[in-house]
C-alpha cells in the first residue's frame, strides 16, 4: 500500500510539474490525466481472450481459475509494454451465469450465453428468480480475481467489477426484448432493473467486499452505448439506476460506478457522424463519472474515423479535460502497421502536445497479430515523448522487433503458473 501510495504522489507531482524521480508504468497514466507525463501512455487493454490465446492457455482453466487468469493477463500486458495493467475478465457474463441462464463453454473462447434460451422471458421468469447465491457459477472466481487485482495490478481500475443493468438485461432477455420492454412494458421492465440492482448486483458487490476487502465497484456497461440506446434512454434508464445503486452503495461504505462507457459514441456510419450528437455523448459519460473525474472518453467506437479537431474542441471549451481514447480493436487487428502508426501520430500532433492524453486498445480481439499491438505500443512512446517534436512527420517509427512471448515468459514471475496450465 505504502508503495501504491507513493507512485500516486509521484505521480500527480509530474503532472504539476515537480519531476522527483522516474515515472514508471503505473504512474504514468495517472499523471497524464492529471497533466503533463514524460510521455503519452499506452494504458493496459481489455484483453482477455487475446491474452489467452496469446499464452496458449486453455479458456476451461483460464476462466475459471483466478491465479492463472490475472497471471496471464499481467503477462501478456507487460510484454507489450503496456502502462499499467487492466486485468477485466468477462464480467458480463457472471451475475447471469450465477442466476442460472444457459451458457455455451468451448476450450478456446470466453464463456457466452446461450441466446436462444434467455433467462427471462416474461413477468413469470422473473418472479422464480432468486437473489444471487455468491457460492453458484464463478462468482468465487471474480471475488478472487477482484482480490488479487487489487493487491496486484498497478493501473487505473483496481475496483472489484459487477455488470450494469441494461447489459445485464442483454445477457438475460437480449437486446431487443429489453429495449422492447423499455419501451412497451415500462412496468416489467422496471421490475427486471429492480431485481438486478438488489437481487444480482447488491449480492455480488458484498461477496467482492467480504472476500477481498474491497471498496470500490465498477459495472461495465457496453450495451448501453449509443446508439444502442439513445441519449434520452440512457438518461431515463440507466442513469438513475446507476444513481439508485451509488446511494445503496453508500449504505454500506462503498463506491458502486454503475453504467460505465454508457453513451459511448458508437455510430458505425462514418456517414452518419454528428458533432453534436458525439458531444452529447461524451456529455452523458461525464454524468456517470467513469474514474471520478470529467474526461472525454473515446471508447469502442470507430475512433480511426473520428474528427480528432471535435475532440480536442471538446476538451478546450470545457475546461481542457484530459481525453482518454482507445484504439477501436478491430482497426487494430486488420491494420496495416503503417496506418496504425498514422493513426497515433496523428492523435497525439493534435491532441496530445499539452498533456492531459491517454491512448489504449479498446479491446483486442482474440486473433489480432502481437506485431499490430506492438506497432501501437511502440508508436505512442516514441512519438509521445514530451516535449513533443516540432514535426511528428520527421520521427521515424521502425517496425518493432520483439521476443516471442514464450521466450520472454521464460523468469518472468508468471511463468509457472501459464505453462502449468498448459499440460493436459
Request: charged share 25%; proline share 7%; hydrophobic share 40%.
Amino acid at each position: 500500500m505504502a508503495n501504491a501510495t507513493l507512485d500516486l504522489i509521484q505521480g500527480l507531482l509530474w503532472s504539476k510539474g515537480l519531476h522527483i524521480g522516474q515515472l514508471n508504468p503505473g504512474n504514468r497514466p495517472m499523471a497524464a490525466m492529471m497533466g503533463v507525463p514524460d510521455m503519452v501512455p499506452f494504458a493496459g487493454a481489455q484483453s482477455h481472450d487475446h491474452c489467452m490465446t496469446v499464452a496458449r492457455v486453455p479458456a476451461r482453466k483460464f476462466y475459471w481459475d483466478a491465479e492463472l487468469h490475472i497471471s496471464t493477463q499481467m503477462a501478456v500486458q507487460r510484454w507489450y509494454e503496456m502502462d499499467g495493467y487492466t486485468v477485466i475478465a468477462d464480467v458480463y457474463n457472471w451475475e447471469t451465469e450465477a442466476l442460472g441462464a444457459r451458457f455455451i463453454y468451448s476450450d478456446n473462447a470466453m464463456p457466452t450465453p446461450d441466446v436462444s434460451h434467455p433467462l427471462i422471458s416474461s413477468p413469470a421468469d422473473l418472479a422464480r428468480l432468486k437473489p444471487l447465491d455468491p457460492t453458484k457459477g464463478r462468482v468465487p472466481f471474480a471475488c478472487e480475481l477482484a482480490r488479487l487485482t487489487a493487491e496486484r495490478a498497478s493501473g487505473l481500475l483496481k475496483d472489484g467489477f459487477f455488470c450494469s443493468p441494461f447489459s445485464m438485461m442483454c445477457n438475460m432477455m437480449g437486446y431487443a426484448p429489453a429495449v422492447h420492454a423499455m419501451r412497451r412494458n415500462p412496468q416489467f421492465a422496471k421490475d427486471v432493473f429492480a431485481f438486478m440492482e438488489e437481487g444480482a448486483i447488491l449480492p455480488f458487490v458484498r461477496a467482492q467486499a467480504e472476500h477481498g476487502h474491497l471498496k470500490s465497484f465498477t459495472g461495465p456497461d457496453a450495451w448501453a452505448c449509443f446508439p444502442n440506446l439513445s441519449h434520452a434512454m440512457i438518461r431515463e434508464w440507466e442513469l438513475p439506476s446507476a444513481q439508485r445503486l451509488k446511494a445503496l452503495g453508500k449504505k454500506n461504505g462503498w463506491d458502486i460506478k454503475a453504467g460505465s462507457v454508457a453513451g459511448d459514441y458508437c455510430e458505425e456510419d462514418p456517414a452518419k457522424f454528428d458533432k453534436k450528437l458525439m458531444w452529447d455523448s461524451f456529455d452523458l459519460i461525464n454524468e456517470f463519472g467513469l474514474l471520478g473525474m470529467k474526461m472525454v472518453l473515446g471508447a469502442m467506437g470507430r475512433t480511426q474515423e473520428w474528427d480528432p479537431l471535435w475532440i480536442k474542441e471538446y476538451a478546450d471549451t470545457h475546461g481542457h479535460q484530459p481525453v482518454f481514447l482507445g484504439l477501436n480493436g478491430r482497426f487494430i487487428r486488420d491494420s496495416k502497421p503503417e496506418a496504425i502508426v498514422a493513426k497515433v501520430r496523428q492523435w497525439i500532433d493534435v491532441l496530445g502536445r499539452n498533456g492531459k492524453l491517454v491512448l489504449n486498445i479498446a479491446n483486442i480481439p482474440a486473433d489480432t497479430s502481437p506485431l499490430n499491438v506492438f506497432v501501437a505500443s511502440r508508436a505512442v512512446h516514441t512519438l509521445g515523448r514530451y516535449p513533443i517534436a516540432r514535426d511528428l512527420s520527421q520521427v521515424d517509427v521502425p517496425l518493432p522487433r520483439f521476443t516471442p512471448f514464450d521466450e520472454w515468459l521464460k523468469g518472468q514471475p508468471e511463468e509457472e503458473v501459464i505453462r502449468r496450465s498448459r499440460e493436459k
